[in-house]
């Protein structure tokens, strides 16, 4: 049995390392971005945005009539804005903000999971989050995304008790500061040449794409189940 994984954000960052990981575990992958990437027997791919639902519905679509399932989503596209305190940052920023990072994930969730409902093997279904340490920490000059990321814990935890009995799982992962292109962003945010300078975490060092990527291939997996509803710290022990 091939199992068969949605992935948002798919053509950089922890998407792009989730896909690259999920392939390699054996499944077969439908990548949903504004960019282009590339494409296999094994991966398909639908640009578009993920505050779009039909952009999601027709990958989903594309999952079911190649390979017949959805196993798995993981919504991990995402934008950051910030740099100044919450009462100086303009509205647009925090709309696109809950456009992109919330209004996305809830569009995924809203597509893939009657997929994995009405598929042959519910039981092993798992939606997968990404939110962020400032899910659960207020970060400098970072309101909005903290508001954003908390909201994708919020609504993953509903999602879950939405669940429940079903044997389809929901989970969010949350890292902290990943070597990614967002990752320079929010250095520039802060003014710092040197992204390094924000591994707040007792590692001391910035985490890598890929090892976030492994946790949330397992959070995947059929053993990932008992992680529904909660929240997984990928973070390396962040510290703010």
Same mark, same amino acid.
């Given at each position: 049995?091939?199992?068969? #994984? /949605?992935?948002?954000?798919?053509?950089?960052?922890?998407?792009?390392?989730?896909?690259?990981?999920?392939?390699?575990?054996?499944?077969?992958? =439908? $990548?949903?971005? %504004? &960019?282009?990437?590339?494409?296999?027997? &094994?991966?398909?791919?639908?640009?578009?945005?993920?505050?779009?639902?039909?952009?999601?519905? +027709?990958?989903?679509?594309?999952?079911?009539?190649?390979?017949? &399932?959805?196993?798995?989503?993981?919504?991990?596209?995402? =934008?950051?804005?910030?740099? +100044?305190?919450?009462?100086? *940052?303009?509205?647009?920023?925090?709309?696109? %903000?809950?456009?992109?990072?919330? &209004?996305?994930?809830?569009?995924?969730?809203?597509?893939?999971?009657? #997929?994995? !409902?009405?598929?042959?093997?519910?039981?092993? @279904?798992?939606?997968?989050?990404?939110?962020?340490?400032?899910?659960?920490?207020?970060?400098?000059?970072?309101?909005?995304?903290?508001?954003?990321?908390?909201?994708?814990? $919020? !609504?993953?935890?509903? %999602?879950?008790?939405?669940?429940?009995? *079903? $044997?389809?799982?929901? =989970?969010?992962?949350?890292?902290?500061? *990943? +070597?990614?292109?967002? /990752?320079?962003?929010?250095?520039? /945010?802060?003014?710092?040449?040197?992204?390094?300078? %924000?591994?707040?975490?007792?590692?001391?060092?910035? !985490?890598?794409?890929?090892?976030?990527?492994?946790?949330?291939?397992? @959070? @995947?997996?059929?053993?990932?189940?008992? !992680?529904?509803?909660?929240?997984?710290?990928?973070?390396?022990?962040?510290?703010?």
């Amino acid at each position: 049995m091939t199992r068969v #994984a /949605l992935v948002t954000g798919a053509a950089g960052g922890i998407g792009s390392a989730t896909l690259v990981a999920l392939v390699r575990q054996g499944y077969a992958v =439908v $990548g949903v971005d %504004l &960019r282009e990437a590339p494409t296999d027997d &094994r991966v398909d791919h639908v640009v578009g945005d993920v505050r779009d639902r039909a952009v999601l519905d +027709r990958a989903v679509a594309l999952a079911v009539e190649r390979w017949g &399932r959805v196993d798995a989503a993981v919504a991990a596209a995402a =934008v950051i804005a910030g740099g +100044r305190p919450l009462w100086e *940052t303009p509205e647009h920023e925090l709309t696109e %903000l809950l456009d992109v990072d919330v &209004r996305g994930v809830w569009n995924t969730a809203a597509a893939a999971v009657p #997929a994995m !409902l009405a598929g042959p093997e519910p039981g092993g @279904c798992r939606f997968v989050a990404v939110a962020s340490a400032a899910g659960t920490h207020g970060l400098f000059h970072l309101a909005g995304y903290s508001a954003a990321k908390h909201a994708v814990v $919020g !609504l993953v935890k509903g %999602l879950a008790a939405d669940l429940v009995a *079903t $044997g389809v799982t929901a =989970v969010a992962v949350s890292p902290g500061a *990943t +070597r990614t292109d967002m /990752l320079d962003a929010t250095a520039e /945010l802060y003014g710092l040449s040197d992204p390094d300078l %924000l591994a707040t975490n007792q590692l001391r060092r910035l !985490l890598e794409p890929a090892e976030v990527a492994a946790t949330i291939a397992f @959070c @995947c997996s059929t053993e990932g189940g008992l !992680l529904n509803g909660s929240v997984v710290h990928a973070d390396g022990g962040f510290r703010p």
